[in-house]
């Protein structure tokens, strides 16, 4: 019997596991959040695709965060919000992405009927992989051996992947994190195997940096991780499909009184164009200098002049000025 296939040009986004469609049942799933998409989580979907080749390759996450859900009131934490999750899982290979709506009706469904209602009967999960200290159910009731027991009663494979390390210890999330807010976007990239980055609208400033003579491109952060505050040399994923090189700010610039909301500022090099209204991909290649609070406007635009030229330098462009 034919298996069921998936349109090849785009990762099918499935929001609910009830009523999935005939195309997009009876995968290879890899089971986690996924937050970043790691070189730990591709070591998953790696694991479920080899053991399955011949089946489509889905990743099951959660959406929000359970962690978002269970402590609302904590600070912006996601390296990758939904649209940037699908993108990296689909670069990866997935064929199909479950995003189940993680509420009320989530957290208390037991480790037997997730894997009976979700898995089973709603995906038609063919086999799973998963990370060793994956934990599902209510209250984090059901464990890998658990897991294992239930699949196997089911006619479900399982593949269970050992945690990436390295001389620094376990790839993780948490890792990535911490590596960004420390400001070394650098560590990020390597433990993602991309560059982090900030996707957003471009939105109306004060148009102060157009009178500086170094316009920028703003962006409020939103539900993204706050990196540490400061200057970047950047590399820019235009709309278009295009990237450019530039220097970008992420601060609430104390110089001119303090933002409310920490925001992203990007002068992009040798480029010329309209681009408010539209999305923008900013990805963090290096920290060059950390937030700082400037005697006067002469002061600041001396100091984004250094900035562009030490940007220009790391990217490898020439020095010039705006």
Known sequence: MAQPSVPEADCLLLADWRGVPAVAR???VALGNFDGVHRGHRAVLGAAHAARPDLPLAALTFEPHPREYFRPDDPPFRLTPLPAKRRALEAAGCRIVYALPFGPELAAMSAEDFVEQVLHRGIGARHLACGADFAFGHRRGGDIAFLAQA????????????PVADAEGTLSSTRIRRALQDGYPERATR?????????GEVVHGDKLGRVLGWPTANLWLGRHLEPARGVYAVTVA????????????????????GDPQTRLEVHLFDFSGDLYGQEIRVR???FLRADATFAGLEELKAAIAQDAEDARRVLGLEARGP
């Open 284 to 286: 963090l290649v290096n």
């Open 26 to 28: 009876g995968a290879a």
């Open 191 to 199: 433990d993602l195997g991309r560059a982090w980055e900030i996707a």
């Open 238 to 257: 235009l709309p278009e499909g295009r990237e450019v090189k530039g220097v970008a700010n992420i601060g609430r610039r104390p110089t001119l009184g």
């Open 151 to 162: 699949a196997e009663a089911r006619g479900i494979g399982l593949s269970v992947v050992p």
